[in-house]
């Protein structure tokens, strides 16, 4: 199992600003993951943020406005850039092992609203 | 490509009453299945996970899952409903790319609402 720390937990920011959001994990992982779930809907994968090199976007995500890094195995940042009303939502980091039977982790998510 | 569907956006069951969720799925080869629980303001946790082996699949909480390939059903059940078990419900399929990668795809969401 993995304990997921992310921060912050909720913020209030004003449109055309930046937010950066940290995930922080317990322990070693081989992958990293952030969602996007906007109010009362499922999740929308943003990209895979990948150790040592740029991360890998879903389609409609880009990185100007999503840059991410991940410099290590245990910790990674979402920015959220030149934000607008639509980017309000929930933000998640998740987090999973190699392996297709293992089940996935998630923090508690970031709950954004741009005003 | 891989899809999964929840068919049903909240479901009402009184405590103490037994609960069922809905999911089916459609997969191109072996089905890697899940269900996860969000609890208000919380990110989603795991509540069990069908591989292979035994049809039905007990997880945290008293959670089961009836996988069924001849319907292309994963239907998550509890015997009796608790207040407690009031959250947002998640079926999620593995997808394997051409890659090698693989990711999660989630459901709409069920919203389960025990009533006391």
């Known amino acids: 199992s993995a304990v997921i720390s992310q921060k912050p937990s909720r913020d209030i920011c004003q449109r055309g600003t930046s937010l950066t959001i940290q995930c922080q994990v317990d322990?070693?992982?081989?992958?990293m993951f952030w969602y996007r779930q906007q109010p009362g809907q499922s999740l929308t994968l943003i990209a895979t943020?990948?150790?040592?090199?740029?991360?890998?976007?879903e389609s409609g995500f880009v990185i100007d406005k999503f840059p991410i890094s991940r410099p290590n195995l245990t910790f990674s940042t979402l920015t959220v850039s030149n934000m607008s009303p639509e980017d309000s939502s929930i933000y998640l980091c998740s987090v999973e092992w190699a392996n297709m039977n293992t089940e996935a982790f998630f923090g508690q998510g970031t709950r954004l609203t741009v005003v | 490509a891989q899809s999964v569907a929840q068919p049903e956006d909240q479901v009402n069951v009184a405590e103490g009453n037994p609960l069922t969720v809905k999911c089916t799925y459609s997969v191109s080869g072996n089905p890697y299945l899940f269900w996860y629980v969000q609890y208000p303001n919380r990110g989603l946790q795991f509540l069990l996970k069908y591989i292979t082996g035994d049809n039905l699949v007990k997880g945290s909480y008293g959670f089961e899952a009836e996988f069924n390939k001849s319907q292309t059903s994963f239907h998550l059940k509890k015997p009796s409903a608790l207040v407690s078990d009031s959250a947002l419900y998640f079926c999620a399929v593995r997808d394997i790319e051409g890659s090698g990668t693989y990711k999660y795809i989630f459901g709409t969401g069920t919203r389960l609402k025990v009533l006391a």
């Open positions: 322990s070693q992982v081989t992958m």
């Open positions: 943020a990948n150790q040592g090199s740029e991360a890998t976007y």
